[in-house]
């Protein structure tokens, strides 16, 4: 099983240009989340999804969409990127609530 | 929001010290998680407590949630260089479905 898996590893992007994030996974896991981790300011929730189909915002949602059209997959969309949003994001799922959080190996993205 | 604040933010120990990374919250919390995220690794879950008091113990780690579970604990008995990485705690949103991280204390042990 290959668990949580992101594409791509890593990125570069002009400003203004557009990108979509995959995470894939095996665990038929119902929630899964993007956080992007910046030095010294630990993991941010972007957006999560509780189930096929529902998508909610976190703490640090502008700038970015999520779909979640299939129970394995959750994607990040960044519809006109900005340098701000220079980070390594990591996708993670969670088989139901109050249970731990299972992270994919991240991916780091840069706009110039 | 709900926010943890974990202290220190860095430390760096010599093989075989102790260390401990504390992590405080303003209101109750529902249960609290801890993390270990390995340089240019992702974030590995260690252990979820849920009961005031709780103490449980993985090998040379020891993790305790406070009485009042608003603070925990994680300490390290005798460093190795195997435990360099950054430690998060993460604690439960109310609905049991996010959590909310720590800044994360990283931990350099030298040889």
């Known amino acids: 099983n290959a668990g949580v898996t992101q594409t791509p590893k890593f990125r570069v992007l002009k400003t203004g240009q557009s990108m979509t994030l995959l995470c894939a996974q095996d665990?038929?896991?119902?929630?899964m989340y993007w956080y992007r981790q910046d030095p010294g300011m630990g993991l941010r929730l972007i957006h999560y999804s509780v189930g096929e189909g529902t998508t909610a915002k976190g703490e640090v949602p502008d700038g970015y969409n999520v779909s979640r059209l299939k129970k394995q997959n959750f994607l990040l969309g960044l519809e006109s990127a900005a340098p701000s949003q220079t980070s390594v994001y990591f996708c993670?799922?969670?088989?139901?609530?109050?249970?731990?959080?299972?992270f994919g190996p991240g991916t780091r993205l840069t706009v110039t | 929001g709900q926010q943890v604040m974990q202290i220190p933010q860095y430390q760096h120990v010599q093989e075989g010290e102790d260390f401990t990374t504390y992590c405080n919250s303003s209101?109750?919390?529902?249960?609290i998680q801890w993390y270990k995220q390995r340089p240019g690794g992702h974030p590995v879950f260690l252990i979820q407590?849920?009961?005031?008091?709780e103490v449980k113990k993985q090998k040379r780690l020891t993790f305790q949630f406070g009485e009042a579970k608003k603070n925990s604990s994680l300490h390290i008995t005798a460093t190795q260089t195997t435990d360099v990485g950054t430690y998060f705690c993460?604690?439960?949103?109310?609905?049991?479905?996010?959590?909310?991280f720590g800044k994360g204390t990283m931990l350099l042990v030298s040889p």
């Open positions: 209101t109750t919390l529902s249960n």
């Open positions: 665990m038929n896991h119902e929630y």
């Open positions: 993460a604690a439960m949103n109310s609905g049991y479905s996010t959590l909310t």
């Open positions: 407590l849920v009961k005031s008091g």
């Open positions: 993670a799922t969670q088989r139901g609530s109050s249970y731990e959080q299972y």
